[in-house]
């Protein structure tokens, strides 16, 4: 077998794979909708504007194509890191309380915008 024969069976079960997977990570439009009304989002974050934090679409701008995107908003959105404001003053950012697979949707929802 040359190796690019090997190539291509390898890159067919990874596509073979994708299109299994997928449906495993759809994204829940109102579970996330929903999380970001409980956990009281807009008031710092517009989905289209900014207000004291960035919209959410200028945090997908910012990640998309990234490598670990989704990890990254999650880790934003569970640790209290700081959140910088316009006026240059920093707050804790609130600490979004859910299990893992609800706040990947949230993530995936925000980088989907």
């Not at 390898?10 to 997928?22: C, H, K, N, T, Y």
């Not at 495993?24 to 909708?33: H, I, K, P, R, S």
């Not at 960035?54 to 209290?80: I, M, N």
Request: hydrophobic content about 40%.
């Amino acid at each position: 077998m040359t190796a690019f024969s090997r190539f291509l069976r390898r890159a067919a079960a990874l596509v073979l794979i994708a299109a299994v997977a997928a449906p495993a990570f759809a994204l829940d439009e109102g579970a996330a909708e929903a999380m970001v009304r409980r956990n009281n989002c807009l008031k710092c974050h517009g989905v289209d504007k900014d207000k004291d934090g960035p919209s959410f679409q200028k945090t997908a701008k910012k990640y998309r194509g990234k490598a670990g995107a989704v990890g990254r908003v999650v880790e934003h959105l569970t640790s209290g890191e700081k959140a910088k404001f316009p006026d240059g003053h920093e707050e804790d950012h609130k600490i979004v309380r859910a299990e893992r697979a609800d706040l990947e949707n949230l993530a995936q929802w925000i980088l989907s915008r």
